[in-house]
């Protein structure tokens, strides 16, 4: 595993004091909040990328044809 890398991060004050009283609260750091809610982002992105990835050969719909296919419905 490597060595933690150093970042300096500025936060809205208020953000950072909610921080503060969190990390106090779940006897978390404030590094160790930011590297989980990174983790989870990057997480949320990578299922993001596959999805684009297995849909990548469907067929293109042209947005005018889908709102002329609603109105055609009746949807709207």
């Known amino acids: 595993m490597s060595l933690p890398k150093r970042a300096t991060v500025y936060f ?26 990174v983790k989870q982002l990057l997480a949320e992105d990578a299922e993001d990328l596959a999805a684009f990835e297995e849909r990548a050969h469907e067929r293109d719909l042209d947005f005018e044809d889908v709102v002329k296919a609603l109105k055609r419905r009746g949807k709207i």
Do not use: F, G, Q
Not at 18 to 36: F, P
């Open 12 to 37: 809205d004050p208020e953000i950072h004091r909610a921080l503060r009283l969190k990390a106090v609260a779940t006897e978390r750091s404030i590094s160790r909040m930011v590297n989980d809610a």
